[in-house]
Structure formats: structure tokens, C-alpha cells
């Protein structure tokens, strides 16, 4: 049944080495194409956020554009836009940095990436720019805070994680946002934006020693800081509640979660496979079939797990009419507790790995989809056969071992609840 495995988990040769710098490099080459995509992580994501200064993460990444020592935030694009090129940074809860793509013939690649470094080693951080952006961050909070669906998945990651740093993005405000000047973003570029412990990830048309001279160029001038950033410890469980927040609408969101899985984590196969059935899998998961097919509560269910260096969040959403927000919430436990004592059946078992193993190719078969993989196995020094491994993996999980995982990870008493609507 699972020829699948070796007919379609096509291998994809990565190559990696560290520099001098001490940042890791995976290089996939791909001549197929004449373009070249290059992803550099930090430890800067929003995870490292100062208490009272949440948000400063995302600034940071999301102004390494608006200029340099050479160029102003014009000049830039007008650069980027003479060289078919795209340059920007992004922020997630664990890394932040720059991501680029730019067409492989030499001179653009080099002009490309020699603006790629200016943004990476020379941020200005124009006052002006600062300003504008820190007021759209502040426009797009408050659109945020008045949206139900929004405000119950801001409100559950703070229920979830408490003071934990996996929790800095939830705490967002006006206030952390108004209180960051110039002068923090330099410092936590200064701190955190360091060529020691990036991973840098490149895919597309360039051989092993160009891609070392880029890679070279790009980070032989980041700081230097050699201070430790502090580690980031598992979170601890906080008081279980379900909260209900009044918005109007004719709809109740409702959000269910707990901190369960790590990168690293034993039971990854099982529990990932078992919320495929669950309410990962689309129209067929059991929350689908039970709340939108049967019983007609919710257009959409669905379920998943955020895998992380420390335990990060299994999560249930789903919104239903007002009336009806204490049945699909108590159907909804009552799915997942039935799932929980039984397991999956073979035939469901049968058929989430079909679908998972014979759609994985999928994930990657492009520069840009096969990029953040190459990110996430440099992050969480995973196996450099990490996308062959995961479809074998997938193959040889039993009923038992999913039943057995559930069973000891996932605690329905423990989940906290939040509901966004109107007043119950």
C-alpha cells in the first residue's frame, strides 16, 4: 500500500556546512530555473520581544528596508524594481531576518545581494519610517481587538502560555507599541541579528562555492555580540479557564488550546496523524463530519498542532451561530474526548496516510515552498533527510501508538476555552 513512500518522497540532496561566522548553511541547487531564493533566520523573533515593548520583534524585521547607510527607503525599491528582485524582511515567533529572491545571472544576483547585505548590516531605521509603520501596526491592532475571531485566538495564547515568552505576541498593545523609539530597534538588531546561530537557507540556480561567497558576503559584517540570549524554557501549565469575550455579530467564535508538541517531541508522528483525522484533514476529520455535515453547526473546524522548540499550542476553532454556541462547543469536547479513549479506525488510519504521504511532494516543489523547509531543519537541527524520513515516519504509525500518544498528551480538563460573541 505504501509504494507511495518510495514512488513520490522524491530525495532532495541538501548540502550544509557552517561558516567562519558560525551560522549554518543548506544549499539545495536547482538549475531547472535560472532564479535563486535565499532565506536568513535569527534568533530574533517576536519570542524575544522586551516585556512592555511587545512588537518590537516585527519592527525591527519589518524596517530592514526603509533604508540604509547608502540608500534611503526609495532608492531601495527603485533598486529592486531595476533588478526584478524582491528583499524583505519578516518576523515569526522564533526567527526573524530576510528573505530574497532575485534571478541567478551574475550581475543581478550580485546586485541584488549586495543590497541584501546593506539591509542586513547597515539598518538605519529612518525616525520618519518608524512613525508610519508603528501607526499602521497600531491601525491593524485595534481592527484585530474588534474582530471575534481575532481577539478569541489573542485571548487563548495568553490563557495558554501566561507570562511565557511564546506569549509576547498576544500581549501586543498601543501602549507596547507607542513606547518603541529608534533606539530599541537598534539595540535589538544589535543583540539579536548576529551572524553566530543564523541558519541560512538557499535554494536555486547557484553552485556550493558561489553560494559560500554570498553567504560570506552577506554576514562577515553583522554585530558581533557575544552575549548569551536567554533560554527559552517550557512553558508551565496555568490555571485552566474558559473565558467569553462580548462581541457583536451574529457569530461566536470559540477556540480551544494547550501547549503539547516540540520539534524534537517523541510522540510527533503520532499526534500529528491523529489530528489529520481529527480536524487536520479537511471535510472528512470527525469535527467536519460531526459539526457541519450532521448536526449543521459550523461552515469550518478544523484543528492542528504548532510545532516549536518548547511545547507549542494544539489548537480547536471553529465559529456557529449565537444560539447554538454551547452545543458546538460541548460537541466539539465530546468529538475530541471520543477520540481520545478510541483512536482513529484503519480505514481512517488507512486513508489519512495516503493522503498525507501522497500530497507531502506537494509541499515542496517549488524554490519557494522547499525554502522554509530548509529553514526549519537548520532551526531544529533536524536531519538533513528529514523530508524522506517524514512520509516513512508517517508509514509506520499504528492505531496503538496514536491511541497511546492522545491518551498521555492531550488532556480535555487541561485545554483552555475562549468564546468571542455575543453575551451567552
Known sequence: MFGLVSTLAHAVEIQSWNTPQG????????????????????????????????????????????????????????????????????????????????????????????????????????????????????????????????SADITLQQRMYGDHPYARPAFTTVKSLQTIQREDLLQFWQQHYRAAGAVVSIVGDIKRQDAEKLVNAMLRNLPQSTQPLPDITQPTPQPVAQVHLTRPGSQTHIALGMPVLRRDDPDY????????????????????????????????????????????????????????????????????????????TETELNQAKVNIIGGF???????????????????????????EDYPRAVAQVSIAQIRDAWQRRIDPQQMQIVTAGATP
Open 361 to 387: 511532494p506537494l509541499r515542496y516543489d517549488s524554490n519557494s515552498k522547499l525554502l522554509p523547509y530548509l529553514a526549519v531543519i537548520g532551526q531544529y537541527h533536524l536531519p538533513l533527510s528529514y523530508l
Open 23 to 150: 551560522a549554518r548553511v543548506l544549499l539545495v541547487e536547482t538549475h531547472a530555473n535560472p532564479i535563486l531564493d535565499v532565506r536568513v533566520d535569527f534568533d530574533a523573533g517576536s519570542r524575544r520581544d522586551p516585556l512592555g515593548k511587545e512588537g518590537l520583534a516585527a519592527m525591527v524585521a519589518g524596517l530592514l528596508d526603509s533604508g540604509t547607510g547608502q540608500l534611503d527607503e526609495e532608492a531601495i525599491q527603485q533598486q529592486l524594481a531595476n533588478s526584478a528582485a524582491q528583499l524583505n524582511g519578516f518576523a515569526e515567533l522564533e526567527t526573524a531576518g530576510l528573505r530574497m529572491r532575485s534571478l541567478s545571472r551574475p550581475d543581478l544576483q550580485e546586485r541584488v545581494t549586495g543590497l541584501a547585505t546593506q539591509l542586513l548590516t547597515q539598518p538605519t531605521f529612518a525616525v520618519a519610517v518608524l512613525n508610519r509603520e508603528r501607526q499602521r501596526a497600531i491601525d491593524s491592532l485595534m481592527q484585530r481587538q474588534e474582530d471575534a475571531g481575532a
Open 269 to 344: 508522528y503520532p499526534l500529528l496523524l491523529g489530528n489529520y483525522i481529527l480536524g487536520g484533514g479537511g471535510f472528512d476529520s470527525r469535527l467536519m463530519q460531526e459539526l457541519r455535515v450532521r448536526r449543521g453547526l459550523t461552515y469550518g473546524v478544523r484543528s492542528h498542532f504548532t510545532p516549536l522548540q518548547q511545547a507549542g499550542p494544539f489548537v480547536i476553532s471553529l465559529a456557529t451561530r449565537n444560539a447554538e454556541a454551547s452545543l458546538a462547543l460541548q460537541t466539539t469536547r465530546e468529538v475530541l474526548a471520543r477520540f481520545i479513549k478510541e483512536g482513529p
